[in-house]
């Protein structure tokens, strides 16, 4: 096993997958947040679930951030807007997301009309910041799951 310097590149691709598992937990802590209002009994619970599961999310994705930040003051020529594949997944993920946010919210439309009559704005609203952010992150996951380790295998390639 070599310990190999990661490159700049790598580091960003890693930034954007840590984001992206961060905006899935963000998902399920809102997910939380909704069930709330159709499962009263256990309210309390999910509030305590979501709390935690925002507060890891956060927790996981700071360290990384700051290290960006002073990565871009420090050398602001070779810290440009992150580009590559994985930075082209997040892109079509996030047409992806907004494809099903506007799906939701059509669906949600027709919906409350009819049964959902008695459900909050806010529920409704973490209704829609789930399905946005869960298809956000899976379309990512989905688009970016056969690239995490080609680098790793060229670079193996040239060592021979």
Do not use: H
């Amino acid at each position: 096993m070599t310990d190999k310097k990661e490159t700049l590149a790598q580091f960003y691709e890693r930034l954007q997958q840590r984001v992206a598992l961060c905006v899935m937990m963000m998902s399920v802590a809102y997910g939380f947040g909704t069930a709330q209002y159709f499962v009263p009994a256990v309210a309390g619970q999910l509030d305590t679930l979501q709390t935690i599961v925002a507060v890891a999310a956060a927790l996981l994705v700071l360290p990384l951030t700051i290290q960006a930040t002073l990565k871009r003051t420090r050398n602001r020529k070779a810290c440009k807007e992150p580009e590559g594949f994985i930075a082209e997944a997040a892109r079509k993920a996030g047409f992806g997301a907004w494809t099903a946010t506007f799906i939701a919210l059509v669906f949600l439309s027709a919906v409350t009309r009819r049964t959902l009559v008695d459900v909050p704005a806010e529920t409704i609203v973490q209704m829609v910041l789930s399905v946005s952010l869960a298809a956000f992150a899976i379309a990512f996951f989905w688009l970016s799951r056969d690239v995490v380790d080609d680098e790793d295998e060229f670079a193996d390639e040239a060592d021979q």
